[in-house]
């Protein structure tokens, strides 16, 4: 089945320190691919979308991903993350907005 | 920026009563979604709805969940019969353009079951 996958369920960086969070998925045409950010009691906030050409990404707040078609891969990084940072963040890919089962990212003073 | 509403933040029900989720989609917005949140667990997806119609639904969306577009402005989802795992956090979405380039989304109204 058509997925993404989070491998991470929980991270914990110090503050002020890189961060990657990764993501896979098994989509066999070019994905639409999607990472939100829940902070404690809100909603889902979009960081960022790939949808085709530049695999870079940049986002909100920061933040960037890479798509790597060799990999299946489409990891979040920060290059220095602040104490706000800390929050659950999902993965999703299209057609169908399956969310990855998210990993929470603790951050450390 | 224009928000998704969703009231109320919180409901607590008993179970096997009948509940209703609400949500305000943004105005010019034509494709609603409703997703749930287990505590500790993923986001899932379970129902879009384009043209007055489901589009697509999952197989957590069975014949006691069912939405509905009242009046032009709110999109509900009704659970008829609630169950104790029932109780999550219920997000609503809407987006402007089929296929989701953006999600709007509400900020959940938790659902406990009692």
């Known amino acids: 089945a058509q997925s993404v996958t989070q491998p991470d369920i929980h991270i914990t960086v110090s503050e002020g320190a890189s961060l990657e969070l990764r993501c896979n998925y098994s989509y066999g045409a070019t994905p639409y691919l999607f990472w939100y950010v ?6 889902l906030q979009l960081l960022l979308k790939y949808f085709s050409g530049d695999t870079l990404v940049q986002g909100i ?8 078609r060799s990999q299946s891969s489409f990891n979040l990084r920060k290059p220095s993350v602040h104490w706000s940072d800390a929050a659950e ?20 003073p | 920026e224009p928000e998704v509403t969703q009231t109320p933040s919180h409901q607590v029900t ?14 010019n917005h034509l494709y609603f979604y ?22 697509e639904k999952s197989e957590i969306f069975d014949d006691q969940f069912s939405v509905e577009r009242p009046d032009g402005s709110n ?40």
Request: with cysteine.
């Open chain 1, 38 to 43: 829940q902070s404690p009691g809100q909603g």
């Open chain 1, 61 to 68: 707040k920061g933040f960037e991903a890479e798509f790597k």
């Open chain 1, 89 to 108: 963040y999902f993965c999703a890919g299209i057609n169908d907005m399956r969310f990855g089962a998210g990993t929470r990212l603790t951050v450390k």
């Open chain 2, 14 to 27: 008993q179970m096997g009563q009948e509940v209703i989720l609400r949500c305000v989609p943004i105005s």
């Open chain 2, 34 to 55: 409703w997703y749930r949140q287990i505590l500790g667990q993923k986001v899932e997806f379970l129902v879009s709805f384009y043209n007055n119609e489901i589009s």
């Open chain 2, 75 to 114: 999109f509900t989802l009704k659970i008829r019969s609630t169950k104790l795992e029932d109780s999550a956090m219920y997000f609503c979405a809407s987006s402007d353009r089929e296929r989701n380039e953006k999600l709007f989304f509400g900020s959940g109204t938790q659902l406990s079951v009692l």
